[in-house]
C-alpha cells in the first residue's frame, strides 16, 4: 500500500468527521470532559491508596 493511499484515507476519514461535528454538538465535549473527569478521580483514588500503603 503506498503511503499516497493512506493519506488520502486519512484526510478521507478527518473529513467525514469534522462533517459529522454539527451532529453531534456539545455531546462530544461532554463525553471527553467526563472521560477526563474520571480518569483524575481514579488516578487520585488509586494514589490515596498507594499512599496509604506507604505509611
Not at 16 to 41: D, H, K, Q, R
Amino acid at each position: 500500500m503506498p503511503l499516497r493511499t493512506f493519506f488520502e484515507a486519512t484526510g478521507d476519514l478527518f473529513e467525514l468527521t469534522f462533517m459529522a461535528m454539527p451532529w453531534i454538538g456539545p455531546a462530544a465535549n461532554v463525553v471527553f470532559w467526563s472521560i477526563i473527569a474520571g480518569g483524575i478521580l481514579y488516578w487520585l483514588r488509586e494514589m490515596s491508596k498507594h499512599e496509604k500503603q506507604q505509611g
